[in-house]
Nanobody
């Protein structure tokens, strides 16, 4: 069975940092692109940062230069380093995996949701002023 389990969320003051982890099992991690999404109440789940099988990355404009996505294929684990956190970063964060080939380019982060095969359960990040 496929499992994606997030950890590392919590509460932090504005300007602080958090590092999220997503431990995966049950599928060939290195053959899938993986990504982080976030969702706030009343809105859809949107892509934040993604990394493909070749190591290429893509970020939502709102987090570029602030968040860094990485992965460890040997550990089947995805990471999201979040720095300079702002209250607007408050959300439930989800990791996800998809098998659709990227073809050397990325769709806009708003569209990644539609190509996800597997979802994690989410971890809450709360940033206070």
């Amino acid at each position: 069975q496929v499992q994606l389990v997030e950890s590392g969320g919590g509460s932090v003051q504005a300007g602080g940092s958090l590092r999220l982890s997503c431990a995966t099992s049950g599928y060939t991690f290195s053959r899938y692109w993986v990504a982080w999404f976030r969702q706030v109440p009343g809105k859809g789940r949107e892509g934040v940062a993604g990394i493909d099988t070749d190591g290429s990355t893509s970020y939502a404009d709102s987090v570029k230069g602030q968040f860094t996505i990485s992965k460890d294929n040997a550990e089947n684990t995805l990471y999201l380093q979040m720095n300079s956190l702002k209250p607007e970063d408050t959300a439930m964060y989800y990791c996800a995996a998809g098998s659709r080939p990227g073809g050397g380019s990325w769709y806009a982060p708003r569209e990644w949701h539609f190509f996800v095969d597997y979802w994690g359960q989410g971890t809450q990040v709360t940033v206070s002023s």
